[in-house]
């Protein structure tokens, strides 16, 4: 949408506030896609929960690249952003649960290599495509998404589901078999992850992991529970227990603030930011925003790498520390170069002269390389560390349900900062937009310093032992990092 809306505005004749309302209302409506999918992945299982995120996708882009009208472009933007809060709410879960812990870190961010690998994809599309006539270049923009779509129903067809969803639906079987095979064939190990799965669905300590249980054994361990899932949404706003509470605290703070720091603006008003600090050309702006794209992306590998080497909590202090200057550097940029009042649709200057020529050269440079550094220092643990996170700390009873209410919060914020952003920008000038940002990602610094916990080297079920206060007899200490066999 970023490269799209430079002449999808221009052919359809947008305002500012529809721009905003396009760019803004997919990140909104994907509350109502994460919510939705906890409890069906519940239901009918993490694969095919993103068969059906696949099949929204195509549809949103079809509408999208058939509009006719700025209602029905909206359309299409809603129906995609539906399964944008499938996606995000379910890859992560689903990557977390398949994974064996010493990797699970760089597992589960490759959620996030692949988001920015399709933000580079888009910008490369834009650029590629700017040259053809207005009416034809941003409707191809956006339903070329239908490709990517298609790969993901394909993809669902070799997928493993998660075997700690079979062990909720009473087949321990087939989850043994999948462990096996995530654990390159050592049946000890899939046999000693299969337990601890086991233990945090209720079953004694002294279960044998290598045995089926019996439909005696499963009603007593589920208890009163009749169906996983049941009463989560309850427990999760309204009964919370002290660990989920606090469990709650740190992932609704951290996904909070992974918004609050503007990143959603970089990604999809950055061709509109270049353009303010005096890149004008189309063609120079899309440019410049593959560049922005190419960092967002290579960066992330830093984190892939790293995540479960230095650990989560590292990563993110860094990454909110660099984000915090790089914001700053771009408020002192946008001052420098006489970027201080707003009027009519777009952001303009005190002076048009003055801004000219102040931002050919170096003032243009600095401002795409403190865009480029935001969002590299972003990749490097702002982005992963909130995926891998809230895919790991929760319990599996409410784990599914508690991500997609992480998302809820994700979207809602990005969603207003995407809504805002022009709009505050004309108001406070876009120097004091991104000093607002920074002033939030400052406080993040102290929030992860004080309370967030290091989940490095831990399993899904010691994690969730550990914030009940509880040990699993199968397991080291929960407050060290496990040391796991090399497979």
């Known amino acids: ?229 049941e009463g989560v949404w309850r427990e999760l706003l309204l009964t919370p227990t002290p660990a989920l509470r606090r469990m709650l605290i740190f992932a609704l703070g951290l996904h909070f603030f992974q918004q609050a720091c503007g990143i959603d603006a970089a990604v999809y008003y950055s061709p509109v930011v270049f353009g303010e600090a005096g890149v004008h050309s189309k063609l120079g702006k899309l440019g410049a925003t593959v560049g922005v794209g190419f960092c967002k992306f290579i960066f992330i590998f830093v984190a892939t790498f790293l995540l479960d080497h230095v650990g989560r909590k590292p990563l993110l202090i860094t990454s909110a520390s660099g984000v915090t200057l790089c914001l700053f550097m771009l408020g002192m940029a946008f001052i420098l170069l006489g970027i201080n009042t707003t009027e009519g649709d777009t952001l303009v200057s005190v002076n048009t002269a003055r801004k000219a020529a102040s931002a050919s050269g170096a003032g243009a440079g600095i401002t795409i390389f403190a865009i480029c550094a935001y969002v590299a220092l972003f990749s490097i643990g702002f982005g992963p560390v909130a995926w891998v996170f809230i895919s790991e700390i929760f319990p599996l009873r409410v784990r599914a349900q508690a991500v997609a209410l992480c998302v809820v919060m994700n979207r809602f914020v990005s969603g207003t900062v995407a809504l805002t952003f022009l709009s505050i920008s004309q108001a406070i000038t876009p120097a004091g937009t991104f000093f607002l940002y920074g002033g939030i990602v400052f406080l993040s610094i102290i929030f992860f310093a004080v309370f967030m916990p290091e989940t490095r080297g831990k399993t899904l079920e010691e994690l969730a032992l550990f914030f009940e206060g509880r040990r699993s007899s199968t397991t080291a200490d929960p407050q060290k990092p496990i040391q796991e066999k090399p497979a």
């Open 1 to 229: 949408m970023s490269g799209a809306l430079l002449f999808v505005s221009q052919d359809l004749k947008l305002d500012v506030v529809q721009q905003e309302i396009v760019v803004g209302s997919l990140n909104l409506v994907s509350i109502v896609g994460g919510a939705m999918a906890g409890r069906l992945s519940d239901w009918i299982g993490r694969k095919f929960t993103m068969a059906i995120a696949a099949a929204i996708f195509f549809s949103g882009a079809a509408i999208m690249a058939g509009s006719i009208s700025f209602g029905m472009l909206l359309l299409g933007r809603l129906v995609a952003g539906i399964g944008v809060g499938f996606a995000l709410m379910i890859a992560p879960v689903y990557s977390a649960e398949l994974s064996p812990a010493r990797i699970r870190g760089s597992l589960v961010s490759l959620t996030e290599v692949f988001i920015n690998f399709g933000i580079l994809l888009g910008y490369l599309v834009s650029f590629s495509l700017e040259g053809l006539p207005v009416k034809y270049n941003w409707r191809l923009m956006l339903g070329v998404g239908m490709f990517p779509a298609i790969l993901l129903a394909a993809g669902v067809l070799i997928m493993p589901e998660s075997p700690r969803w079979l062990v909720t639906q009473r087949r321990s079987n087939e989850a043994r078999e999948i462990l096996i095979k995530t654990s390159n064939g050592d049946a000890s190990e899939a046999n000693l992850r299969l337990a601890e799965i086991l233990q945090a669905v209720g079953f004694p300590d002294s279960v044998d992991p290598t045995k089926d249980p019996t439909p005696e054994e499963y009603n007593s361990a589920f208890g009163k529970i009749k169906q996983q899932g």
